[in-house]
């Protein structure tokens, strides 16, 4: 890929050098070193939680923390798990402190931090079905107002609300938010969620997230931007365990969803080291196997469409996240060979791939002398640097608008 290609990725900036007294400094040479990236190149990583509360045994912490350090060589953002059934089984013991302690710890290593879901009909809290709907209700917006209050600050990013397209006609089994979607109507509850979400916390990113690329989802999107539902970025899923969607069918959804003209994050993205599951599979949920092996052959053909698939959403300039569901294949969904590392913590191409893209190929460094009024000029892109002039290390943003930035040695 061309770096024109990613023109709206980079800035051009010019940097002046002077002394405590004013004096520019002339003929120095220095190192520019991008630390961070503006776009979000994030993963699912729930083993942050054990790590950072440092509540396992000592070998598997041991362990968890290898694997840790493998993300954090890679990535910037990170998604933790908010799901109801899991994070308050029991009503009135949520598990604030282990998750404020993990979104801590990421969040003092430079990553940004998403939860994920705020509301979901799946793996909601099963004591909803004891309370009637008006109750469940009041229930899941006391549930927003609690937990993104909580995380102020550290999760300032959420996907609200979950795969409303299926949600009030979802009959695998019965459970609260289902009844309270049917109740208030697609439009009805996300205006609803939304609404206690942006009151809680008013400069947080608020996503919209649905695995339903087809044109249900489009309709649902416009239905509540005609309702005045403000929803700063546009959430798709794209699990691939029946195999990868191609650049087609990719660039034929970017289209789709393009015209909303709203920041699209590819919040869960799938892309299988071993079989292909089989194409009658409906509900990806329905497909259990005792083994599912990641093989030399089909990690390559990961790592090709990994490739393919990050340099096409890197380039479309609406995309402003990617977010890799399954980091290792231990535990991951379905049991599937979703991750970029195996289940022994050693990398696969894949990860090798997103390595080269992500802290090179995407990545400005550079070492440059000043002129005589002690100016160096760039192109790089936007986000986090390292100005390094002999043991001086002073850090600086890159953005679209920076200009002419004056920094004293």
């Given at each position: 890929?061309?770096?024109?290609?990613?023109?709206?990725?980079?800035?051009?900036?010019?940097?002046?050098?002077?002394?405590?007294?004013?004096?520019p400094?002339?003929?120095?040479?220095?190192?520019?070193?991008?630390?961070?990236?503006?776009?979000?190149?994030?993963?699912?990583?729930?083993?942050?939680?054990?790590?950072?509360?440092?509540?396992?045994?000592?070998?598997?912490?041991?362990?968890?923390e290898?694997?840790?350090?493998?993300?954090?060589?890679?990535?910037?953002?990170?998604?933790?798990?908010?799901?109801?059934?899991?994070?308050?089984?029991?009503?009135?013991?949520?598990?604030?402190?282990?998750?404020?302690?993990?979104?801590?710890?990421?969040?003092?290593?430079?990553?940004?931090?998403?939860?994920h879901?705020?509301?979901?009909?799946?793996?909601?809290?099963?004591?909803?079905?004891?309370?009637?709907?008006?109750?469940?209700?009041?229930?899941?917006?006391?549930?927003?107002?609690?937990?993104?209050?909580?995380?102020?600050?550290?999760?300032?990013?959420?996907?609200?609300?979950?795969?409303?397209?299926?949600?009030?006609?979802?009959?695998?089994?019965?459970?609260?938010?289902?009844?309270?979607?049917?109740?208030?109507?697609?439009?009805?509850?996300i205006?609803?969620?939304?609404?206690?979400?942006?009151?809680?916390?008013?400069?947080?990113?608020?996503l919209?997230?649905?695995?339903?690329?087809?044109?249900?989802?489009?309709?649902?999107?416009?239905?509540?931007?005609?309702?005045?539902?403000?929803?700063d970025?546009?959430?798709?899923?794209?699990?691939?365990?029946?195999?990868?969607?191609?650049?087609?069918?990719?660039?034929?959804?970017?289209?789709?969803?393009?015209?909303?003209g709203?920041?699209?994050?590819?919040?869960?993205?799938t892309?299988?080291?071993?079989?292909?599951?089989p194409?009658?599979?409906?509900?990806?949920?329905?497909?259990?196997?005792?083994?599912?092996?990641?093989?030399?052959?089909?990690?390559?053909?990961?790592?090709?469409?990994?490739?393919?698939?990050?340099?096409i959403?890197?380039?479309?300039?609406?995309?402003?996240?990617?977010?890799?569901?399954?980091?290792?294949?231990?535990?991951?969904?379905?049991?599937?060979?979703?991750?970029?590392?195996?289940?022994?913590?050693?990398?696969?191409?894949?990860?090798?791939?997103?390595?080269?893209?992500?802290?090179?190929?995407?990545?400005?460094?550079?070492?440059?002398?000043?002129?005589?009024?002690?100016?160096?000029?760039?192109?790089?892109?936007?986000?986090?640097?390292?100005?390094?002039?002999?043991?001086?290390?002073?850090?600086?943003?890159?953005?679209?608008?920076?200009?002419?930035?004056?920094?004293?040695?």
């Amino acid at each position: 890929m061309q770096k024109n290609e990613l023109a709206h990725r980079m800035a051009d900036s010019s940097i002046k050098l002077v002394d405590g007294a004013g004096n520019p400094i002339a003929g120095q040479e220095i190192t520019l070193r991008q630390t961070n990236h503006k776009f979000i190149f994030g993963c699912g990583i729930f083993d942050a939680i054990p790590v950072a509360n440092r509540n396992v045994p000592a070998d598997r912490l041991a362990f968890l923390e290898r694997k840790l350090d493998l993300f954090l060589d890679v990535f910037n953002g990170a998604t933790l798990p908010f799901y109801w059934a899991m994070f308050e089984p029991e009503k009135g013991s949520p598990k604030i402190p282990e998750l404020q302690t993990a979104a801590r710890w990421l969040k003092d290593r430079n990553v940004s931090v998403k939860g994920h879901p705020l509301c979901w009909h799946t793996l909601t809290a099963p004591w909803l079905l004891d309370l009637g709907n008006e109750d469940i209700l009041k229930a899941q917006l006391a549930r927003i107002e609690r937990d993104v209050t909580a995380f102020h600050g550290l999760i300032d990013t959420w996907d609200v609300i979950n795969e409303v397209v299926i949600m009030p006609i979802f009959d695998k089994y019965d459970n609260g938010i289902t009844r309270i979607s049917q109740d208030l109507g697609r439009i009805g509850i996300i205006k609803e969620m939304f609404a206690k979400t942006r009151e809680c916390n008013p400069g947080a990113t608020l996503l919209l997230n649905d695995f339903n690329t087809s044109i249900n989802y489009e309709i649902l999107i416009d239905g509540c931007l005609n309702a005045g539902i403000t929803i700063d970025a546009i959430g798709i899923q794209s699990h691939q365990h029946q195999g990868y969607w191609g650049r087609e069918k990719l660039e034929e959804v970017l289209e789709r969803f393009s015209h909303f003209g709203l920041p699209i994050h590819f919040t869960e993205n799938t892309l299988t080291s071993g079989h292909i599951m089989p194409p009658e599979i409906e509900d990806l949920n329905d497909y259990r196997i005792p083994d599912w092996p990641s093989t030399p052959e089909f990690e390559e053909r990961q790592a090709r469409e990994i490739d393919e698939m990050y340099s096409i959403l890197f380039k479309h300039p609406l995309v402003e996240a990617i977010t890799t569901w399954n980091f290792s294949d231990e535990g991951a969904w379905l049991g599937a060979p979703a991750g970029i590392v195996r289940a022994d913590n050693t990398p696969k191409p894949s990860y090798e791939i997103l390595k080269k893209r992500i802290k090179g190929d995407w990545s400005t460094n550079m070492t440059v002398t000043t002129d005589e009024s002690g100016t160096v000029s760039f192109h790089g892109f936007v986000g986090e640097y390292e100005l390094i002039c002999g043991d001086r290390k002073i850090s600086f943003q890159l953005e679209k608008d920076t200009g002419t930035a004056r920094l004293v040695i």
